[in-house]
C-alpha cells in the first residue's frame, strides 16, 4: 500500500509538472463573445498559432514568426505569456510576449465575433531586415478557394485576374504563373461557412502575398523575395487577418479591416470637406479622334451636369495633348465649377516618385482648382511602392486634394487612416473590355464576395457600348453592386444623354448613391454564380442581381428589410434594351423574377 501510495504521488506531481510546462508553452485566447478562439502555442521550440469557431477549427495549427537578417523570431522559443489584455470596441485585444534563446519580441492579437487579427512587434531599435515570414495558415480540408487568376506577370504586379476556384489541395499547381497568390483568399468549408485570409493597415511594410507550400498551407510571401526589405525596430507589421461567417451576408457586411486600421491624424485631416464622394465620367475609355480636345472635354462637362455628375477624370495625354497645360487646366476647371463639376486628372507614378517633383506637380494642380489626381502604374506591392502610396496620400491631403490609385494592390483599410483615398483599382474592371479580354458575368458575381471584402474598388462599371458577354441591365446592376466612393462611369456621358435607348434609366443615373447605409445579401446569391444585393441610402433602398451563368435563374425577391407601409418600386429589367416597371410593394411580398443568361436587374423601393 505504502508504495501504491508514494507511486500514486510521484504521478500526481509529474502530471501538475506537465501541466505547468503544458501551461507556459501553450496561450488561449477568445472575443468577448467566446464564438472565436485563438490558440498560440510552442512546438518542439516553433511558434504555432491555430483558430477556431466553437469546435469548428477554421486554421489548424500552424507557423508564425519572422526571420530577420541575423535572427528567427519564433524558432527556439522558450516561452510565451500575456503580458496585457483589453477591450477594444467589440473585440479583445490580447498583448502577447515571446521569448526566445537570443531574442524577446510582442505580439497583438484582436478577436472579434467575426473572425481573428495578429501583428507582431519587431524587437530593438533601429533599421532590421525581414528576410522572409514564417507565418502560415493550414487550410481546412475538402475546401472551395477563391483566387484571382492571370496568366501572366501582371497578375500580382496589378491584382487585376479574374476570380475563379479550385479545390485547396490543387492550389499549389493550378496557376501557370506559379503558387504565390495576391490577397485575399475566400474559403467555402464544406459546411458552407467562409473562412478569408487578408491582411488590414498595410504601412511602413510589404504587402503580404500568399504562397500556397502544400499540405493546404500558405504561407506569408514577399514581392522583395530573398532580397528582402527593411524595417525600424519596435515597429509593427500590418495584421494577419482571418475572417469567418457562417453566410454571404454576414461576409459582406465582416467590418474587421475598418476597425484594425487607425483613426486619421487630424493635424493632416482637421478639415475634410473637401473629400466628397461622387459619380464620374471618363473619356480615355471611349476615346476616339478628337479624344483630350478641349472642346471634347467641354460635351463631357456638359454631359454629367445634365446626368447630375460630380466630377470628370482626364485621364493620360491631357499633359502631351495640350500647348499651354497649366492654362488649359485652369480653363477646364473654371468652366466645369460653372456646372457645378469638378475635375480629376490623372499622372503616371513614375513622375510623382520624387518628393520634390511630386509636390510641385501637386501646388499646380491645386493652384488651377483641381478636385482630385489618379495615379498609375506603381505595379508592385513592394515596401518602397507602399511608402509611395502613403507619402503621396500625405502629400496631396496637405493639399485637400482626393486620390485614386490603378496599378496597385487590394485595398488593407488606407481609406480609414487616409480618407482622401476615395477608391483604388487592384481589380479586374471593365478597361479589359477595349483589350479584347471581355469580362465575364461569372467574375462580375464573384467580386462582391470575394475582392470587395477588402474595399472599395475602381471598376469603373456601366460600359453598356461594350458590355461584352453581359447584357446592359447587368451593367446597369454593376453601378450598385460595386462599392466606389468615386464611382467613375465607363460609357461616354454624351452617347447616355443623346441616345433613346438611355433615356429610361437616366433617372436612375441622376440619383445613383455611391456610398451606402446598409447592405444585405439576398436569398440565392452564390459566389460566381449569383449576386443579389439589397442597399439602403437614407430612406430609400435598391436592389441589384446580376446573373453569373449562361443559363436563366429564377430570383426570389422577399423584401422583409423594408419599413411598414408601402414603397413604390421602380422595377428595370433586360428587354431590347432597358424594360422598366412600376408597382407597389411591401415588405411582406414575395415576389419571383427569373434573371435572363448574363442578365440582371435593379429596383429602386422609394417610402
Not at 21 to 38: A, G, W, Y
Not at 116 to 135: H, N, Q, S, V
Not at 183 to 206: F, G, H, R, W
Not at 551 to 572: C, M, T
Request: some cysteine.
Amino acid at each position: 500500500m505504502g508504495y501504491k501510495f508514494h507511486l500514486i504521488a510521484h504521478l500526481l506531481v509529474l502530471q501538475i509538472s506537465v501541466l505547468k510546462v503544458f501551461s507556459q508553452h501553450t496561450l488561449r485566447l477568445q472575443d468577448p463573445s467566446r464564438k472565436i478562439s485563438v490558440q498560440l502555442a510552442v512546438d518542439k521550440g516553433r511558434l504555432t498559432w491555430s483558430v477556431a469557431a466553437g469546435s469548428k477549427m477554421l486554421i489548424s495549427p500552424s507557423a508564425a514568426g519572422i526571420a530577420l537578417q541575423d535572427i528567427e523570431l519564433g524558432r527556439d522559443v522558450r516561452s510565451i505569456s500575456i503580458s496585457r489584455q483589453s477591450a477594444a470596441g467589440n473585440s479583445r485585444l490580447c498583448e502577447v510576449t515571446v521569448k526566445g534563446a537570443q531574442y524577446t519580441f510582442g505580439m497583438e492579437f484582436r478577436l472579434f465575433s467575426e473572425g481573428c487579427a495578429f501583428r507582431y512587434r519587431l524587437p530593438g531599435e533601429g533599421t532590421k531586415k525581414i528576410r522572409k515570414e514564417f507565418t502560415s495558415f493550414a487550410i481546412p480540408a475538402s475546401s472551395r478557394v477563391w483566387f484571382f487568376e492571370r496568366n501572366s506577370a501582371w497578375k500580382l504586379k496589378s491584382y487585376a485576374g479574374w476570380w475563379t476556384h479550385t479545390s485547396i489541395d490543387s492550389l499549389p499547381v493550378i496557376s501557370s504563373s506559379g503558387p504565390v497568390q495576391g490577397k485575399p483568399l475566400v474559403m467555402q468549408l464544406p459546411d458552407k461557412s467562409y473562412v478569408v485570409i487578408t491582411e488590414a493597415a498595410l504601412y511602413n511594410y510589404s504587402g503580404m502575398r500568399l504562397e500556397a507550400t502544400g499540405n493546404r498551407t500558405v504561407q506569408v510571401n514577399f514581392t522583395e523575395g530573398d532580397e528582402g526589405f527593411e524595417v525600424q525596430g519596435g515597429q509593427f507589421t500590418p495584421w494577419r487577418v482571418v475572417m469567418y461567417a457562417g453566410d454571404l451576408n454576414s461576409l459582406v457586411n465582416n467590418r474587421m479591416i475598418t476597425a484594425l486600421n487607425p483613426r486619421p491624424d487630424r493635424s493632416l485631416y482637421n478639415d475634410v470637406s473637401y473629400i466628397q464622394p461622387g459619380k464620374a465620367v471618363w473619356s480615355w475609355i471611349t476615346r476616339k479622334e478628337n479624344y483630350m480636345q478641349p472642346e471634347e472635354e467641354k460635351r463631357f462637362i456638359d454631359a454629367a451636369a445634365a446626368l447630375k455628375f460630380n466630377y470628370t477624370l482626364l485621364d493620360e495625354g491631357w499633359e502631351t495633348v495640350w500647348p499651354d497645360k497649366w492654362k488649359q487646366l485652369k480653363e477646364i476647371c473654371e468652366y466645369a465649377a460653372e456646372r457645378q463639376v469638378k475635375v480629376w486628372v490623372w499622372r503616371d507614378s513614375k513622375w510623382l516618385r520624387e518628393p520634390n517633383q511630386r509636390d510641385a506637380f501637386l501646388d499646380s494642380l491645386a493652384l488651377c482648382g483641381v478636385a482630385g489626381v489618379k495615379t498609375d502604374f506603381m505595379n508592385s506591392e513592394a515596401k518602397a511602392l507602399v511608402d509611395f502610396e502613403i507619402g503621396f496620400l500625405k502629400a496631396t491631403a496637405a493639399r485637400r486634394l482626393m486620390v485614386n490609385f490603378h496599378g496597385c494592390h487590394a485595398p488593407t483599410g488606407e481609406s480609414v487612416t487616409y480618407p482622401n483615398e476615395m477608391t483604388r483599382e487592384g481589380i479586374r474592371g471593365l478597361e479589359l473590355n477595349n483589350m479584347n479580354e471581355p469580362i465575364p458575368a461569372w467574375h462580375n458575381a464573384a467580386l462582391p464576395f470575394t475582392r470587395f471584402l477588402c474595399g472599395h474598388g475602381d471598376y469603373t462599371p456601366g460600359f453598356f457600348s461594350n458590355k461584352g458577354p453581359t447584357t446592359y441591365t447587368h451593367q446597369l446592376a454593376l453601378m450598385y453592386l460595386f462599392n466606389s466612393p468615386f464611382q467613375c462611369m465607363a460609357e461616354n456621358p454624351v452617347t447616355i444623354v443623346n441616345d433613346p435607348l438611355y433615356a429610361p434609366v437616366i433617372p436612375l443615373l441622376q440619383t445613383l448613391p455611391v456610398t451606402w447605409d446598409e447592405t444585405r445579401v439576398l436569398e440565392g446569391s452564390e459566389i460566381g454564380q449569383l449576386a443579389a444585393l439589397a442597399k439602403r441610402k437614407g430612406n430609400e433602398w435598391y436592389v441589384a442581381v446580376i446573373n453569373g451563368t449562361e443559363q436563366p435563374q429564377e430570383f426570389i425577391l422577399r423584401p422583409a428589410f423594408l419599413g411598414k407601409g408601402k414603397y413604390q418600386a421602380l422595377i428595370v429589367r433586360d428587354g431590347e434594351g432597358f424594360e422598366l416597371q412600376e408597382k407597389n410593394i411591401k415588405r411582406s411580398d414575395t415576389m419571383k423574377f427569373t434573371i435572363p443568361a448574363t442578365g440582371g436587374m435593379v429596383i429602386r423601393m422609394t417610402k
